[in-house]
Nanobody, 114 residues
């Protein structure tokens, strides 16, 4: 059974930093990444990292967020620096199995105060 367990969200002031973690289990994963959803908005891609190390970031977070993964631990991280109030959202970990199935974490809230 595939499980994604997220941690690291919280409340931070603008300009601060947070690090999200997502530990995946139950399969071998190809792409792993992070999405976010603010109230009243659609879920959007934040960053994705392939097993081979290629990355893709949303324009709004380039230069501030860094995605990384530990393949041995099946864990993906999102280091978020210089946070802005518009980064406030529920952040969801996503992982694709090598068979092509996408799985989601339960979400972790990030709130950035101005």
């Amino acid at each position: 059974q595939v499980q994604l367990v997220e941690s690291g969200g919280g409340l931070v002031q603008a300009g601060g930093s947070l690090r999200l973690s997502c530990a995946a289990s139950g399969s071998i994963f190809s792409n792993m990444g992070w999405y976010r959803q603010a109230p009243g908005k659609q879920r959007e891609l934040v960053a994705v990292l392939t097993r081979g190390g290629s990355t893709n970031y949303a324009d709004s977070v380039k230069g501030r967020f860094t995605i990384s993964r530990d393949n041995a631990k099946n864990t993906v991280y999102l280091q978020m620096n210089n946070l802005k109030p518009e980064d406030t959202a529920a952040y969801y970990c996503a992982a694709n199995t090598i068979g092509g199935e996408r799985h989601w974490g339960q979400g972790t809230q990030v709130t950035v105060s101005s």
